[in-house]
């Protein structure tokens, strides 16, 4: 991989994240209530939590891809969902994303694909395009795979390159769904020293990492922010939350096991039925 | 026990509502994509879908259009024969192909071969978060996937029904003549003095009436498969496309009808 370095002289403000007594969900369900915290300027905060607490839904909020019931979400000072569709659209061109599985466009290249904000939105030639685009494959160490397509690439390459396209127009805010989820120890341990990586070299961005993987919360935040049944459980510095007494944030970092335990029991005759035919 | 129940009006009532928001909504992204036609790259991703919906397609209505045309020959000359009117066989299987059967099976043709493909591709990367992923980088999904499939098949049903048309009366006069006797001159006046400007342009009419039917109810299918209430994931993209199919076939004949009755 390339040493990194910001791809522009001009490099913008740093924006924090302010989430302001929020209550989200879809359709009628209430998802997560009374949210707050600030998800510091330049820094990495990690939204953790277990499965199907809410951290992807928090995420999709702070893009701008559903609407809040209730509260309000700031980003570098602007109230996302007061803003006027222009103004909008523009917040959002200064945000870079990682979706899960990397969500690159299956009948583009790997080239194509990171180059389509450019594309999109600038008047460059593509001989410029390219030569970012390059750029910015190489940051991810994925340089020889430009002409590959997504579905030619293994799981960490399609992030990787996710990270690439999120990376090209030198976002403020870098948003990252699950970035480790799916990935061999070595791979992901690649993808924290990468983020890691672009926060020591890209002072200028704020980094929101969504995970369930603590030793790569360990290992990269600065600030955590740990959900548990539709509220906050943590939020805080990464020193403070092993420091935490409440009970749920202890059981998830020291990975204990739920003390409610499992009441159902199978009935004889389907305990019968199922052994016969396992061993009949 | 009773009390669970909906009452029977709710019930009849529900499917109503539902398919009058359906058809507003339809209406609405169709509005949306007529909106979204003069963006940036469009013309780029027109040809692509051109070549798509239209070029991909063109093989099959050729066959399509001859069998058609063989097939009206063959039943047209048996019918007019018993009235000692064959020599109108050209007449009768160019109007019924330029008025009527061109349109209405190059439309569902092209439904079946492409507008299936256009829902399955847009639902699965509704289901794989690449249109969440376009909309987050300021690029309009309505503008990159739906108005470019809008255009290229106001662009492409037109051509292929002209198509249709020739190779079906082509199809006609093979039967006519080389099978059956008729004279060709007699088959090939019959077709020019029969076939006027307004049963041509009312072909046309209906074929651009299709295109933006079967465009946009296949995109419609494809963009919102993640609020189906059937199913979810792949299951959900496999039932939006079979109702894509579906509902573009049953628009095609309802529509055909209206067109038809305003046209005469």
Known sequence: ?280 | MALNRPHILAALGAPVIDFTQSCGALFLFTIEAFRCIFARHMLRRVAWQVYVIGAKSFWLILLIGLFTGMVLGLQGYYALVKFGADGFLGAAVALSLIRELGPVLTAIMITGRAGSSITAEIGVMRISDQIDALDVMDINSMSYLVSPRLVASLIVFPMLTAIFDIIGIIGGYLTGTVLLGLNQGVYIARVHSSVEMLDVRGGFIKAIVFGVLVSMACCYMGYFVHQRRDSAGPEAVSNATTAAVVLSCVLILMFDYVLTSFLL
């Open chain 1, 1 to 280: 991989m390339n040493s990194l370095q910001p791809n522009t002289d001009n490099p913008p403000a740093p924006w924090n994240i302010e989430l302001d007594g929020l209550c989200l969900g879809y359709g009628d369900t209430v998802v997560l209530e009374e949210v707050s915290d600030i998800l510091p300027a330049g820094e990495i905060s990690v939204i953790l939590g277990g499965s199907g607490c809410g951290k992807s839904t928090l995420l999709r909020h702070i893009l701008g891809l559903n609407r809040p019931f209730k509260g309000r979400i700031r980003l570098g000072g602007k109230d996302l969902f007061a803003l006027s569709p222009k103004e909008f659209r523009k917040v959002r061109r200064r945000m870079g994303v990682l979706f899960q599985d990397g969500a690159l466009l299956g009948s583009l290249t790997l080239a194509q694909n990171v180059g389509l904000p450019l594309f999109e939105h600038t008047n460059l030639p593509q001989r410029l395009i390219d030569e970012v685009v390059d750029y910015n494959l190489s940051l991810v160490g994925l340089e020889k795979f430009r002409d590959y397509f997504p579905n030619e690439l293994s799981g960490g390459m399609r992030k990787r390159a996710g990270l690439a396209r999120a990376m090209v127009m030198n976002p403020p805010l870098l948003l990252c769904d699950e970035p480790t989820s799916g990935l061999d120890p070595i791979n992901s341990a690649q993808m924290d020293h990468l983020l890691l990586n672009l926060k020591r070299n890209f002072s200028y961005m704020t980094i929101v990492v969504v995970s369930h993987d603590l030793s790569s919360m360990q290992k990269i935040a600065d600030h955590v922010l740990l959900l548990n049944r539709g509220r906050v459980a943590f939020a805080g510095s990464k020193a403070d939350v092993w420091k935490s007494e409440d009970a749920y944030v202890k059981d998830f970092l020291e990975r204990k096991e739920p003390l409610e335990t499992h009441t159902h029991t199978l009935s004889a005759e389907a305990s019968r039925a199922l052994q016969r035919w396992i061993d009949p």
